[in-house]
């Protein structure tokens, strides 16, 4: 795993070279699913416009907004992004929800870029892209891999009120069933990684974007470089579809809120649909599922037992560790 955790240190300035210069060559396509986001989407637009990493280009689409949405990305298409947008759906209104409309914009980019998650209300920091650019530029091409960063968390008129929980590398394969750590509107991932994706349709049903392509790049035996420094503003506010929530009791509390069964029925959906999809696990973690299911058909002892084969079942922080394992041997 390749991380940077200074999150105090100032932006390297890269030096794109071999590899590095290829993937820079290839460019990045930002996805960006709108709805409703009218109040903040020119901010967001011209944030991609301010970046110093300027080889991309924005596929998107309206995801059934009844506000001016659509018209607001369209008059950017034509003007400030002329020659670099492309919208998806464009004869249609349909609503489809958030994971359903980021499937159908990935079914858009062109094969042999990057490709980056973005949100309709957020601001991304200069650097964003060429940081993610040079992180993913390192790793080898046949290898599937994804970059994720700190957000600094602002109110909704991008006052800071926050940083983003410290991020940490996979504690292994496994650990990617049990929670997602890249916040989607910083991911940005590498051609191997999409080509899994596409192999991989349809996405686990019960988890978003993100996690999909978080649990796919770890358990394909890939790279998630994180990066401490942030890399966006990241509003919050009444409408957000997810937010975030910046301290380990926050997110314990919401942990509690959705209770022990929605949790397991997340654990098992993704257990199922990585054992249905046996073709892009490492062997070593194929094995490991294969007795993790047939484990969780058993009582209590046999799920502590489970736990104790492979303390990779876990998540990040003390008190979230401590709830998730008493769910798992509750069942």
Same mark, same amino acid.
């Given at each position: 795993?390749?991380?940077?955790?200074d999150?105090?240190?100032?932006?390297?300035?890269?030096?794109?070279?071999?590899?590095?210069?290829?993937?820079?060559?290839?460019?990045? &396509?930002?996805?960006?699913?709108?709805?409703?986001?009218?109040?903040?989407l020119?901010?967001?637009?011209?944030?991609f416009?301010?970046?110093?990493?300027?080889?991309?280009t924005?596929?998107?689409?309206?995801?059934?907004?009844?506000?001016?949405?659509?018209?607001?990305?369209r008059?950017?298409?034509?003007?400030?992004?002329?020659?670099?947008?492309?919208?998806?759906d464009a004869? &249609?209104?349909?609503?489809?929800?958030?994971?359903?409309?980021?499937r159908?914009?990935?079914?858009?980019? #062109?094969?042999?870029?990057?490709?980056?998650?973005a949100?309709?209300?957020?601001?991304?920091?200069?650097?964003?892209?060429?940081?993610?650019?040079?992180?993913?530029?390192?790793?080898?091409?046949? &290898?599937?891999?994804?970059?994720?960063?700190? #957000?600094?968390?602002?109110?909704?008129?991008?006052?800071?009120?926050?940083?983003?929980?410290?991020?940490?590398a =996979?504690?292994?394969?496994?650990?990617?069933?049990?929670?997602?750590?890249?916040?989607?509107?910083?991911?940005?991932?590498?051609?191997?990684?999409?080509?899994?994706?596409?192999?991989?349709?349809?996405?686990?049903?019960?988890?978003?974007?993100?996690?999909?392509?978080?649990?796919?790049?770890?358990?394909?035996?890939?790279?998630?470089? &994180?990066?401490?420094?942030?890399?966006?503003?990241?509003?919050?506010?009444?409408?957000?579809?997810?937010?975030?929530?910046?301290?380990w009791?926050?997110?314990?509390?919401?942990a509690?809120?959705?209770?022990?069964?929605?949790?397991?029925?997340?654990?098992r959906?993704?257990?199922?649909?990585?054992?249905?999809?046996?073709?892009?696990?490492? =062997?070593?973690?194929?094995d490991?599922?294969?007795?993790?299911?047939?484990?969780?058909?058993g009582?209590?002892?046999?799920?502590?037992? *489970?736990?104790?084969?492979?303390?990779? *079942?876990t998540?990040?922080?003390?008190?979230e560790?401590?709830?998730?394992?008493?769910?798992?041997?509750?069942?």
């Open positions: 795993m390749i991380s940077d955790d999150a105090s240190s100032p932006a390297r300035v890269p030096r794109l070279v071999s590899s590095r210069a290829r993937n820079a060559a290839s460019g990045v &396509t930002i996805l960006l699913s709108v709805h409703n986001g009218e109040a903040y020119n901010t967001q637009l011209d944030s416009l301010a970046q110093n990493y300027s080889n991309w924005l596929v998107w689409r309206d995801d059934g907004s009844s506000d001016a949405s659509r018209s607001i990305v008059a950017f298409a034509a003007h400030r992004g002329a020659g670099r947008c492309q919208e998806v004869e &249609t209104s349909a609503c489809l929800g958030i994971a359903e409309s980021y159908r914009l990935l079914e858009h980019v #062109q094969p042999g870029t990057m490709v980056a998650f949100d309709q209300d957020d601001l991304w920091l200069p650097d964003k892209l060429r940081r993610a650019v040079v992180a993913l530029g390192d790793i080898p091409a046949g &290898t599937p891999a994804l970059y994720c960063a700190r #957000q600094i968390l602002t109110n909704n008129i991008l006052q800071p009120i926050g940083l983003s929980p410290f991020l940490t =996979p504690s292994g394969r496994l650990s990617a069933l049990t929670q997602n750590i890249a916040t989607g509107c910083t991911v940005v991932f590498n051609g191997k990684a999409f080509d899994l994706l596409m192999a991989t349709q349809p996405p686990p049903p019960l988890i978003l974007h993100d996690w999909w392509v978080y649990l796919t790049v770890v358990t394909a035996g890939g790279v998630v470089c &994180t990066d401490n420094r942030p890399a966006l503003l990241y509003r919050q506010h009444n409408a957000n579809a997810i937010g975030a929530a910046p301290s009791l926050k997110r314990g509390r919401a509690l809120r959705r209770g022990p069964k929605a949790f397991m029925a997340i654990f959906s993704n257990l199922d649909w990585l054992l249905a999809r046996s073709f892009i696990l490492t =062997p070593e973690t194929g490991s599922l294969v007795v993790i299911r047939q484990g969780l058909k009582n209590f002892l046999h799920r502590l037992f *489970l736990l104790r084969r492979f303390p990779q *079942l998540r990040v922080g003390f008190a560790s401590v709830l998730f394992r008493l769910w798992f041997v509750c069942g």
